[in-house]
């Protein structure tokens, strides 16, 4: 066997499908290979995935990129957050299905939290766990292990050696301490959730041990949640530095430093802090904001109102007008997120006169998305406490020089477009590499950002007129709009 030449190999586990890829010392990525793997929905609200299937294609993918790429100095792994699994710890066989992170049937429990004055989401992992293990384990008399994607993941590539986390993906499950640094007592006694069922914290960047799975059983040196690894992906090392990923959702990542914003579950702007990575022991703190659907409405635009064939037909639809003609379009199909929390409000399309046609709604859905990529933008601003000078974007939506151009308009921001739509590639990539010593500081991580292309402002977007549409969004089912979580 030929020794390794500065290569990573990385498993990147999304939502609906995984795939594994070799990355260069030069951020090339190559030898890709990818599977679909969509999670089931038994009934609305419920989305649950398995865990047993996840295992083996990811070992198929991993073996494939390793054949086809050779020896590699470590492994890197980003992932879904927050979705939980239950597995027995003697035989390593899942219990039950996994739940997915958009599962919502833990709302109840979690209302129930919050009037005991516990603030847990339903999509975050603890009540995730709680119902599993009430569902398989009700007298907690088994001896079993909860984690998240990365857990699973590891857990597979050392053949049960390691259950293990990264703090990125620890931050994500509900029951860490506001600081960050143990599992909160109070949350897994609430729960019945015990220490010993829970994965071991370590280092996004660090060696943690062999891959004795794949051949020559490479090292295990970097683990970070997608939006994390996105974030370093693109190049985001230093505080002020942000990014943003317009998927199905959209998610806003500035880095903060050291310190734990000040605030907390949620920020008064409707920001999260969040850890962005771990090395040495040390956290690094950032906020997340977040839009529930982004991608979902260019979705909308062509399997429900059949306005386009493709998604990528969106953006010469839209630039065959010149502006919106006073059409409005709030891109809240399933929710408002960041600043305005709100389950209840709904899709609102504005200003349509006779003269309105396609091209105009197609333009006023690419330009709300951006209107909300510039609320996430001004929120996570506000909460972490930085400046943000340009934004990084990655995620299908960056591809659509629209979209991208009226995100320009809408935060008044350079935008610069990630080389690689998927960065979290990457972003594992680099976390390993720190580990293993195919890039020596984060500095030289950040030297390698080279963006496909920038987009500046052209024009001024009317904010005001936007935040009139916002309010008409709002409230729409006001039983879902009480919901605060």
């Known amino acids: 066997m030929t020794p390794a030449e500065n290569r990573i ?10 795939r594994a890829a070799v990355v ?34 990811v070992l198929e993918v991993a073996r494939a990129a390793l054949a086809a790429g050779g020896p590699v100095d470590g492994v890197g792994i980003a ?14 066989v899942p219990v039950a299905p996994g739940l997915g992170w958009q599962d919502l049937r833990t709302i ?3 209302l129930e939290l919050a009037g005991e004055g516990i603030r847990i989401a339903p999509n975050l992992s603890a009540t995730k766990a709680h119902a599993l293990l009430d569902q398989v384990d009700p007298e907690r008399t088994r001896d079993l292990c909860v984690g998240t994607v990365d857990s699973w993941v590891i857990w597979t590539l050392t053949e049960g050696a390691l259950h293990v986390t990264d703090p990125t993906n620890a931050a994500l499950t509900g ?9 909160s007592d109070g949350v897994l006694a609430r729960l019945r959730i015990t220490r010993e069922s829970l994965p071991t914290v370590v280092d996004s960047v660090g060696l943690v041990g062999p891959a004795t799975a794949l051949e020559g059983a490479p090292p295990i040196a970097g683990i970070a949640g997608d939006q994390q690894a996105s974030l370093v992906g693109q190049g985001c090392v230093a505080p002020g530095q942000a990014k943003a990923t317009f998927g199905t959702g959209g998610m806003l990542d500035v880095i903060v430093g050291p310190e734990r914003p000040p605030f907390g ?20 703190w950032g906020v997340e904001a977040a ?12 399997d429900d109102m059949g306005l386009i064939a493709d998604a990528a037909e969106s953006h010469p639809v839209a630039a065959s007008c010149d502006d919106s003609e006073g059409v409005w379009f709030v891109p809240a199909l399933l929710g408002l997120g960041a600043p305005r929390w709100d389950y209840g409000a709904r899709g609102t399309l504005l200003g349509v006169s006779r003269g309105s046609g396609r091209a105009q709604v197609v333009r006023a859905v690419l330009e709300g998305v951006a209107h909300r990529g510039a609320d ?12 943000i000078a340009s934004l990084r974007v990655d995620g299908g939506m960056s591809d659509n020089p629209t979209f991208v151009q009226a995100l320009a308009d809408a935060t008044q921001r350079p935008i610069e477009v990630s080389p690689e739509r998927e960065a979290t590639t990457l972003g594992a990539a680099y976390l390993a590499g720190l580990a293993s010593g195919v890039w020596a500081t984060a500095e030289e991580i950040a030297a390698l950002w080279a963006p496909r292309m920038t987009v500046e402002p052209a024009r001024t977007l009317d904010r005001d007129r936007w935040q009139e549409a916002v309010r008409r969004s709002a409230h729409w089912i006001p039983e879902l709009s009480g919901l605060d979580f």
């Open 9 to 18: 190999l990385v498993i990147d586990v999304g939502t609906s499908s995984l």
């Open 24 to 57: 260069g010392a030069e951020a090339s990525v190559a030898h890709v290979h990818s599977r679909s793997l969509l999670p089931e929905s038994p009934a609305p609200g419920l989305v649950e995935f398995d865990g047993t299937l996840m295992a083996t294609t």
């Open 79 to 92: 992932n879904q957050r927050a979705s939980t699994l239950v597995w027995d710890r003697a035989t390593g």
């Open 108 to 110: 109840g429990t979690c």
């Open 175 to 183: 029951m860490r301490t506001v600081e960050g640094r143990d599992w």
């Open 265 to 284: 579950t949620r920020g008064p702007a409707g920001g999260f802090p969040i850890v962005t990575l771990g090395r040495d022991g040390a956290l690094t």
């Open 291 to 302: 839009m529930l659907s982004a991608g979902t409405n260019v979705e909308w635009l062509r």
């Open 376 to 387: 996430l933008l001004e929120a996570a601003e506000a909460d972490g406490g930085l400046p």
